[in-house]
Each structure stands twice: as C-alpha cells, then as structure tokens.
C-alpha cells in the first residue's frame, strides 16, 4: 500500500506543475470571424487551419461560408496573434456505408498549408476575415 500511495503523490505532483507550467504562458489570441466563399458562393462546409510563424495552430469550422469555432487551446479562444498561413477544406458528405472516396468541393491547394497561398494577420481582439477562393 505504501507504494501505491508514492506513485499517487508523484503523479499528482506531476500534474500539478504541468498545470503550473501552462498557466504561466498564456499565448495570446485574437478571436476570428468572418467568410469563406468558392466562386463567389458560401463554403457549404469545411474546415480552416491557421499556422503561426511560430506556436500552437489553430482549427475552426465553415457552416455556410461563416468561419466558427476557431480553437487553439479551448473552444472557441481563438488564433495566436501574428502573421499565420491558413489552409482551408472541404469534402462531399458519404452515405453511411459507403467506401468511395469524399471528393473536394475546392481545388485541393487549398488544403496543403506549403501550397496553399492563403494568409492572415491576426490581432488582439476581434478578426473578420474574407477568404474568396477561386
């Protein structure tokens, strides 16, 4: 029993300053909105990525060409502050069963952050962002 109590105290420990150590650099966010359109039409759904020079990224959804949920840390916190590269997709739904392959509703460059010319520059605060893809 008292090994069972060591390896209890030690994990707590553990957890306590990993905690400790994430509290202590909060990276800052800006929050993001705003649209994605694919010849001049509302992105029906997909998803967006953004990519800092440096740090953690961050993902959102598309629902009917509106950027939502953008999350680097916690639901909905947010994009490092700076300039990002930003990658965008967006697949056909399958029926359930089915093994053909989705296909992309967007030229895939899109979706490849090396290859995709997409950016932003995000800052404190509220970012409204209009990405028109052709």
């Not at 947010?78 to 965008?88: F, Q, S």
Request: hydrophobic fraction near 35%.
């Amino acid at each position: 029993m008292p090994v069972f109590r060591t390896i209890c105290a030690a994990a707590l420990g553990l957890a306590a300053t990993t905690f400790v150590g994430c509290g202590a650099e909060k990276t800052p966010l800006g929050q993001v909105e705003g649209t994605v359109t694919y010849k001049a039409q509302p992105l029906p759904e997909g998803t967006i990525t953004f990519i800092p020079q440096t740090g953690r990224g961050a993902n959102g959804v598309i629902v009917d060409g509106k950027i939502q949920n953008v999350t680097c840390f916690e639901p909905n916190d947010g994009v490092p502050l700076g300039p990002c590269k930003v990658a965008i997709t967006a697949f056909t739904k399958q029926a359930e069963g089915s093994t053909a392959p989705s296909k992309s509703l967007i030229p895939e460059k899109y979706g490849n952050i090396e290859k995709s010319d997409l950016k932003a520059e995000i800052k404190s605060g509220k970012n409204e962002l209009k990405f028109d893809l052709q």
